[in-house]
């Protein structure tokens, strides 16, 4: 004898609101940077972007009073100084960079380089993957979030360095293509710092190994390339790592980089295409076999 | 059975060259389903293909009539995994939020869906604590809430009751039997038998990757024919009953219990029921109380894992 059941059907299927599909990134990235938040370091790092943001803009600040002063005695001789205005409206890029490297590579480190380390550990692709997320919208997902916070502060400084710039005297046109140029670099640098951080975390389940691994790999190849560079005398090869090639990238924009000759200023655009594309297809090809490494 | 919900054909699925699931073909209507089966038999294995989070090595695996994966499978699939650890920073409303929204729900619907289902779940004054303080048995109700809060039709629950104390146990399988009764399709696993058999007398069993049985309860136990059996009989004269039924050609063994007590061994169940009451009423003696001791899902799983290692208890 067979029991028998009575169903009440009183189940309807969800009928409302459906949000496309390229929206999904957008949420995996908007609760994994409230997750981050919450860690105090992130706060830290936050702080210390914002000691630097102030130091920079004095410093900075102080230069750009300085070279207009030079360029007005310079008129009054009859002879322009072109080269020192170009430099000082170069440094909007260069101090942007370069003020808020730490703040940034501290935030990718502490949100970037755990992120798929303590999905795998904790199995959260479980819970993304049962729903309609793809692999590629998680990882855009993830590279939003890993990158997230690590630009602001950059982001800010440009602002603020563009708008300082502008009380200083500068010409608002030129002024509006050299903060582009400079939201351009720090963008391509966050960008590079995330998707290797990503890449790296997707090789480990343990967070503190992936840290360790993601630090030792940017301040590696910048010290070798470096180093590389120096024994061979050819410049371009410095501009291969992870930190200098969105630098270089900066710099060719700028005009600054007279040290590359023709193809050689391709050299820092092609590395961040290479670090940006390697670092997310070693995430996407991790992902894939997650659940076979999880055994 | 009517199209299933959930089919298997012929899923197999090997972690390098161990076993996870081996020739698995199964069909799942609506209402609760019990997958059972020892650790290690490959419960997670199917449900983890059923959610198309695992690729079968060979086979295919069909949820509303399509392969998975499948995005539009995902939007009607709910699934609570196992694992208990998991977004330690963010609160349960907050969880449950991101994971609806994940499922394509606006902001607004899925604000008030979670807040509902948590509430439904009984996580009504705790939802706005992190994750990381919650026991054991919160993580398993905010698990069923995230599997349920996008109003599936296909919910899939994965060793929903460990860590649950009693109260919070008999408050799952309401739950779970409300999902059940509302006509949705429930895959629950366990390997523990008593929970499956207070939700469902449906079952699937599964053994090292391969599927055992599948079906009704007192189906499966009446497809047990090299297991004899139970029938105890309470009665004042146990020894008179003993005496006529010892003729009887469906009887194979009897012993007795104390005082009150017969055990009936028995190859035709249906016969022994049948003949009971006129043989009682032949010799006077008034039936107390009627069990069928093995009648039950420990006893059924008992003798089909027997038969799987060779009859070797």
Redesign the interface.
Known sequence: ???G??????????E????P?W??PL??A??AL??QW??RGVKIALLLSLLSLAVTAVVVGGIWFFSNAINENAHEVQRAVPDVMREANAMLVTASLRSQFLPSFLLVLLCGAPAISKDL??????????????VPQYLLGRLLSAGGWALLPPLVTVAALSVERLALGGEPLALLALSAKAAVAVVLRVAVLASVALGVSSLTRRAGLAQALFAALVLGTMFIASAVASATNHVWVAALDVVTAPAGVAAVLTGAAQELHGWQKLVPALACAAWIAGGLALAAQRLRTA??MR? | MSAPVVECVGLSKW??P?LGLREVHLRIG??ITGLLGPNGAGKSTLL?CM????SPSRGEVRVLGRAV?D??V??????A?E?E???E??TAR?FVT??A??????PD?AASKSEAVLKKVGLESAMDRRLATYSKGMRQRTKLA?AIV??P?VV?LDEPMTGLDPLARAQMVELIQEL?????TVVVSSHILEEVEQMT?EIVVLYHGQLLAQG?L??IRALIDRHPHHVAVECAAPRALAEALAAQPYVAALRFSGDRWLQIETRDPDACYGALPRIAKEKGVTIASLTSPDDNLAAVFRYLTMGARGGQA
């Open positions: 004898m067979t029991t059941t009575i169903y009440n059907l009183s189940y309807r299927r969800y409302g609101t459906r949000l599909a929206t999904r949420v995996i908007r609760y409230t997750t919450r860690q550990n904790a199995g959260a692709f479980q819970f993304h993957f049962a729903r309609p997320v793809g659940e076979v055994g | 972690y390098g161990v609506p209402g983890k959610t198309g989070e695992l994966p995005p539009d995902y939007r009607r699939l709910g699934y995994p694992i650890v998991f977004f920073e963010l907050e991101a994971l929204r994940a499922a394509g729900m606006g619907e995230q996008h109003d039709e899939l059940g009764k509302q006509g949705r007398r009704e007192h189906a």
